[in-house]
Structure formats: structure tokens, C-alpha cells
């Protein structure tokens, strides 16, 4: 067969696929038959693990280091025909399994209809479509946690829905717009109502786009009246090799703490308060393996009270290191701010990511 349309026909094809998936799941290279033909619609298995250490300075000594696995997953994707998709991933890592914390569980499930490049449609369990950190996958986040504010307020971070999602890197716009459950992974929905959460981003120049962020639930079990409301904003810069991106997120209403936060991250009881808050994060790409990275967030869970003591202000110092395209360290100070009554709590963390 002709190199020239090879190469074309692999080009159309990754295209193809990188419009299918959702959730921000990158589309691989095409893969190979043994003849050297491209198989477009050849199972994908993937995944990444994430070995880490942690050292917190809190002065107690049986809690001060830990090894452990952040993640440990493994899924398939592909295509099963010219408008069909699929994708499905498995969590292993005992740190952040079930409620027993040892078992393996669905992470992500669903089936993708691309009607066009403004209409891709997802059903089963995925990702909220809310805010730019969250939908970023968590194999190529600039630092080791993702923002507090992220992991309280975007809970459940993954959800029972019916999705649409519209445009690509390559639209100025994007959009999606979900039809969830509101009550988390591996639970049947708790009442009548559902959630609605949406997302659009627009480029306003080559190096910015902006975006904007909601959601209204009704969180609370057998419960159709008290709701919860939430919208963000959104902005990310990109200017050559450095990178900056910040986030706002209001928060109102009912709130059912069993919906959990993020990998692993122990929720505060939000229920009937109003809470807020933000990040800022600055990356700068000093060549192809080296990025150091710097964070300011804060997260207030009770915006009425003055001087609350769960109040939290944090710095996170850290640099990325690429020993390839499939290998990464990550190094993070997490220097933790009180503003009422000053705690040791500062971290330290390592982290060696190897996908496949």
C-alpha cells in the first residue's frame, strides 16, 4: 500500500480519535497489524501507575512518612466503528479503593456516540464536566494534589450520566452538558432528581481562553427539595513555554458528605453552608524534561463565619522531571497557611508515574 496514504489514513484516524473520547482522554497512535497495515478499530489497553512518598511535618513520629500507591489503574478504549467508542477503567490502588480500602473498582465506563465534531455523546460513569483541573486526566497534572477546592466542592467527582460534548483543540469554543445522578461511583441514585452540570470554554486570543462553570443537584438522600448550586470560572494562559491557570468556585446548599471528594481526599460536612474558593498555578517548561511549578490556593468551606479554623491557605513549590514521554517524577512542598491558629502540617511529596 502506498506510505503516502498510510501516513495519511493513520493522521485521519488519530484525528478521528481524539474527537471520540471524552473527559479529556487523549486518543493513542492508531495500532499496527503485524503486516504494518493500521487497525483503527484494535482494542487500546492502557493505564498508569503512581508509587509516591509522603512526609508530614506534624510532629508526630508514627505519622510522619508514608509509602503508598496515589493511583494504580488500568483500562481498554478504541472504537468500534466509525461512530461508536469505548472506554473503561479499573482502580487497584488499595489507598483509595472502596470503604474497606482494598477493593478493585469501576473507575470510568461509557460509550460514546460522535455524531459530529458538536456532538459527542457519552452515557455511563465518568468525570463531572466542571472546571479546568478536574477534567484534566490525573496522569498529566502539573502538581502532585489537585486543588482543595477542587476535591470539596466538585463531589462527586464521577458520576452515573448521560453527556454531550462539543468541539476540540483545534474549536475556539468548547462546551459539555451532563444529566447526572449526583451521588457518586458505585451507588444507586438516592432520589428522583438528577443534576445538571455544564462547562464552556472559549479562546480569546492564541495564548488565552477563559470558561465558566455550573451546577444545580439535589445531593441530600430521598430528599427532592434541598438543593446545592454551584458555578466557577476558569482561565488558562499559554505564552510559549510558560503556562498559568487559575479557577474560582462558589458553592451553596445541601451537601451529602458519603459523595466523597477526590482520590482519596477526606471531605469536610458542607451541608448548608456557602463556600468558596481558588488557585492560581504557574508552570514554565525550561526545556523538554524539566518544569518547575508554582501553586497559591485557598479554600474558605464557611464564608459567613470570620476567623473560621478550617480556613486553609496553601503554597505548593514543586518541579517535574521527564525521563520520557512515559515516565515522570514529581517533587512538592505543600507549605500550609493558617490565619487563626498555626498548625504543623506542611508536607512533603514524591512521586514516579509510569504509563503504558
Same mark, same amino acid.
Given at each position: 500500500?502506498?506510505?503516502?496514504? &498510510?501516513?495519511?489514513?493513520?493522521?485521519?484516524?488519530?484525528?478521528?480519535?481524539?474527537?471520540?473520547?471524552?473527559? $479529556?482522554?487523549?486518543?493513542?497512535?492508531?495500532?499496527?497489524?503485524?503486516?504494518?497495515?493500521?487497525?483503527?478499530?484494535?482494542?487500546? &489497553?492502557? #493505564?498508569?501507575?503512581?508509587?509516591?512518598?509522603?512526609?508530614?511535618?506534624? $510532629?508526630?513520629?508514627?505519622?510522619?512518612?508514608?509509602?503508598?500507591?496515589?493511583? %494504580?489503574?488500568?483500562?481498554?478504549? #478504541?472504537?468500534?466503528?466509525?461512530?461508536?467508542?469505548? *472506554?473503561?477503567?479499573?482502580? %487497584?490502588?488499595?489507598?483509595? $479503593?472502596?470503604?474497606?480500602?482494598?477493593?478493585?473498582?469501576?473507575?470510568?465506563?461509557?460509550?460514546?456516540?460522535?455524531?459530529?465534531?458538536?456532538?459527542?455523546?457519552?452515557?455511563?460513569?465518568?468525570?463531572?464536566?466542571?472546571? !479546568?483541573?478536574?477534567?484534566?486526566?490525573?496522569?498529566?497534572?502539573?502538581?502532585?494534589?489537585?486543588?482543595?477546592?477542587?476535591?470539596?466542592?466538585?463531589?462527586?467527582?464521577?458520576?452515573?450520566?448521560?453527556?454531550?460534548? #462539543? #468541539?476540540?483543540? *483545534?474549536?475556539?469554543?468548547?462546551?459539555?452538558?451532563? !444529566?447526572?445522578?449526583?451521588?457518586?461511583?458505585? @451507588?444507586?441514585?438516592?432520589?428522583?432528581?438528577?443534576?445538571?452540570?455544564?462547562?464552556?470554554?472559549?479562546?480569546?486570543?492564541?495564548?488565552?481562553?477563559?470558561?465558566?462553570?455550573?451546577?444545580?443537584?439535589?445531593?441530600?438522600?430521598?430528599?427532592?427539595?434541598?438543593?446545592?448550586?454551584?458555578?466557577?470560572?476558569?482561565? &488558562?494562559?499559554?505564552?510559549?513555554?510558560?503556562?498559568?491557570?487559575?479557577?474560582?468556585?462558589?458553592?451553596?446548599? %445541601?451537601?451529602?458528605?458519603?459523595?466523597?471528594?477526590?482520590?482519596?481526599?477526606?471531605?469536610?460536612?458542607?451541608?448548608? &453552608?456557602?463556600?468558596?474558593?481558588?488557585?492560581?498555578?504557574?508552570?514554565?517548561?525550561?526545556?523538554?524534561?524539566?518544569?518547575?511549578?508554582?501553586?497559591?490556593?485557598?479554600?474558605?468551606?464557611?464564608?459567613?463565619?470570620?476567623?473560621?479554623?478550617?480556613?486553609?491557605?496553601?503554597?505548593?513549590?514543586?518541579?517535574? *522531571?521527564? @525521563?520520557?514521554?512515559?515516565?515522570?517524577?514529581?517533587?512538592?512542598?505543600? %507549605?500550609?497557611?493558617?490565619?487563626?491558629?498555626?498548625?504543623?502540617?506542611?508536607? !512533603?511529596?514524591?512521586?514516579?508515574?509510569?504509563?503504558?
Amino acid at each position: 500500500m502506498n506510505k503516502r496514504f &498510510l501516513l495519511l489514513f493513520a493522521l485521519i484516524t488519530i484525528l478521528s480519535v481524539n474527537n471520540t473520547f471524552s473527559q $479529556g482522554c487523549e486518543g493513542d497512535e492508531p495500532v499496527a497489524s503485524a503486516s504494518g497495515e493500521v487497525d483503527p478499530y484494535k482494542p487500546i &489497553l492502557f #493505564g498508569y501507575l503512581q508509587s509516591q512518598y509522603d512526609y508530614n511535618f506534624d $510532629g508526630l513520629d508514627e505519622n510522619e512518612n508514608s509509602f503508598k500507591f496515589k493511583r %494504580a489503574r488500568i483500562g481498554v478504549r #478504541g472504537k468500534v466503528d466509525e461512530k461508536f467508542s469505548y *472506554y473503561f477503567m479499573l482502580e %487497584a490502588s488499595p489507598f483509595i $479503593g472502596g470503604d474497606d480500602q482494598e477493593e478493585v473498582y469501576l473507575m470510568d465506563a461509557f460509550v460514546t456516540y460522535n455524531a459530529d465534531n458538536w456532538a459527542r455523546i457519552s452515557a455511563g460513569t465518568y468525570k463531572q464536566p466542571f472546571g !479546568l483541573e478536574l477534567v484534566t486526566p490525573c496522569h498529566m497534572l502539573t502538581t502532585i494534589e489537585r486543588s482543595v477546592v477542587i476535591d470539596q466542592l466538585v463531589a462527586p467527582q464521577r458520576d452515573f450520566g448521560l453527556a454531550v460534548f #462539543g #468541539g476540540n483543540k *483545534y474549536n475556539k469554543f468548547n462546551y459539555a452538558v451532563a !444529566l447526572m445522578n449526583g451521588r457518586g461511583l458505585k @451507588f444507586k441514585d438516592n432520589n428522583s432528581k438528577k443534576d445538571i452540570i455544564a462547562r464552556a470554554t472559549y479562546k480569546l486570543t492564541n495564548f488565552l481562553t477563559v470558561g465558566g462553570n455550573f451546577r444545580h443537584g439535589y445531593p441530600k438522600l430521598n430528599n427532592n427539595e434541598d438543593s446545592r448550586t454551584t458555578y466557577g470560572g476558569e482561565f &488558562l494562559v499559554e505564552f510559549d513555554k510558560f503556562k498559568v491557570q487559575g479557577e474560582y468556585i462558589h458553592d451553596t446548599g %445541601a451537601y451529602q458528605a458519603g459523595t466523597g471528594g477526590g482520590c482519596g481526599i477526606e471531605p469536610i460536612d458542607l451541608d448548608g &453552608l456557602t463556600s468558596e474558593g481558588a488557585y492560581i498555578m504557574a508552570s514554565y517548561d525550561v526545556n523538554e524534561k524539566f518544569q518547575p511549578v508554582f501553586k497559591y490556593e485557598y479554600f474558605d468551606p464557611d464564608v459567613d463565619v470570620k476567623n473560621n479554623l478550617e480556613y486553609l491557605e496553601r503554597m505548593t513549590l514543586g518541579i517535574n *522531571y521527564f @525521563f520520557s514521554k512515559k515516565v515522570r517524577l514529581q517533587l512538592n512542598y505543600l %507549605a500550609n497557611i493558617e490565619t487563626v491558629v498555626n498548625v504543623d502540617n506542611d508536607a !512533603l511529596l514524591g512521586q514516579i508515574q509510569v504509563k503504558f
